[in-house]
């Protein structure tokens, strides 16, 4: 039912920038809170921003200053303005509800990877 579709992934060296877009369906998208994962190899996803139904944004420590959430009601999208890329930031990013709708109801991501 509920169906998420990551993009804007590639390769890009330190201190590039990234655009990150997602999708989504089978939801009423303008009410639910959303957020940006990734998840690197062999660490736990984390959660490193979010945007809530009314547009406030938080940001995991690691990322604050570099990486803007916002979304677009009307596309059903939400976006992650990447800037000051880090080797450190390379990962799977995921999009989903914050919290997220269910486990299974993460989509295949977007990998990143950052390196010269």
């Known amino acids: 039912q509920v169906q998420l579709v990551e993009s804007g992934g590639g390769l890009v060296q330190p201190g590039g920038s990234l655009r990150l877009s997602c999708s989504a369906s089978?939801?009423?998208?303008?009410?639910?809170?959303m957020g940006w994962y990734r998840q690197a190899p062999g660490k736990r996803r984390e959660l490193v921003a979010s945007?809530?139904?009314?547009?406030?944004?938080t940001y995991a420590d690691s990322v604050k200053g570099r990486f803007t959430i916002s979304r677009d009601n009307a596309k059903k999208s939400v976006y992650l303005q990447m800037n000051s890329l880090k080797p450190e930031d390379s990962a799977f990013y995921f999009c989903?509800?914050?919290?997220?709708?269910?486990?299974?109801?993460w989509g295949q991501g977007t990998q990143v990877t950052v390196s010269s």
């Open positions: 945007i809530t139904r009314g547009a406030r944004t």
């Open positions: 089978g939801i009423i998208f303008s009410i639910v809170g």
């Open positions: 989903n509800a914050d919290p997220p709708f269910s486990p299974n109801s």
